[in-house]
């Protein structure tokens, strides 16, 4: 005998469909983007706002990617597509950072369900601690050279032809770890009341830097200078404990704790690096 729809072979009634409200279908998405033409032309800097429509499980950047298919404001208004960066979309790289509904974060995690239940405005912004170069992209340029400042990398060239390298503990790999998930996102130094255009404040990030390669046993054998990049202009003395950069660090990286570490590392090192020399 025909089984009637919906009545699966085992007897077991399927699932009913989810209506097509449920679903989501017919709801729309509604975006506030901040945009500027140019870095040179803060005259154009101004807000337009846009409605895509909504697809299950979406993020913000399939909402942009939305918008970039078909450029047109609420009123109708053709214009050109937003300019944003991302590269992985699984929140890795770091490039999509950008502030959402006034928070920094990496639009590729930010799901449209939890941003806007009810179908509120969501705001896109870029970083406002970097130069911006258009629209929702911004150059964080400043943090890979402070990565150059702190030596943010183990020394190995060379050294192939002296055998391996020094052993760690499981423990100690295991200390280390949460402090290289950064991605230099650039919401720590977002966060940052200390981090602006008028001062050299190298930021959390770097400071975690200093920590995480100084922990490792190769990387320690350059902890010194590692330690003195830091103790000058824009190093650790900087830092004015506000404490946002771990609120906001998508990667949950222990920058208090990293700041506290480098800031005892060079306090010893002030009062006794001259028994060194
Ligand atoms: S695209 Fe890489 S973190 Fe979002």
Not at 24 to 34: D, H, K, P, T, Y
Not at 194 to 223: E, S
Not at 233 to 256: A, F, H, M, R
Request: hydrophobic content about 35%; charged content about 25%; some cysteine.
């Amino acid at each position: 005998m025909a089984k009637a729809s919906g009545e699966k072979a085992n007897g077991a009634a399927a699932p009913a469909a989810a209506a097509p409200q449920a679903r989501g279908e017919g709801r729309l998405v509604r975006l506030r983007v901040r945009r500027q033409d140019t870095a040179d032309r803060p005259e154009t800097r101004r807000w337009e706002e846009f409605k895509v429509p909504y697809l299950p499980q979406m993020n913000v950047i399939s909402a942009l990617q939305q918008i970039q298919r078909d450029p047109r404001t609420v009123d109708g208004k053709e214009v050109a597509p937003v300019v944003w960066e991302a590269v992985c979309l699984e929140e890795v790289c770091g490039s999509c950072t950008m502030v959402i509904n006034g928070r920094v974060r990496q639009a590729c995690s930010a799901l449209i369900d939890q941003l806007a239940p009810k179908g509120e405005v969501i705001t896109l912004e870029p970083m406002s601690k970097f130069p911006l170069v258009r629209d929702l992209l911004v150059d964080r340029s400043r943090m890979f050279e402070d990565m150059k400042r702190v030596r943010a990398w183990i020394d190995v060239d060379g050294t192939h032809e002296l055998g391996p390298g020094p052993r760690e503990s499981q423990a100690r790999q295991q200390e280390r770890y949460p402090l290289s998930r950064c991605m230099t996102c650039g919401c720590c130094v977002e966060a940052c009341p200390q981090y602006n255009d008028g001062t050299r404040f190298v930021g959390a990030f770097a400071l975690n830097l200093v920590r995480l390669y100084n922990m490792h046993p190769t990387g320690a054998m350059r902890q010194d200078e590692r330690l003195e990049s830091v103790m000058s202009e824009g190093g650790i003395t900087d830092c004015g404990k506000s404490q946002n950069c771990v609120e906001v660090c998508p990667k949950e990286i222990p920058l208090v704790d990293s700041i506290a570490a480098v800031a005892r590392d060079t306090t010893k090192r002030m009062l006794f690096g001259w028994l060194l020399k």
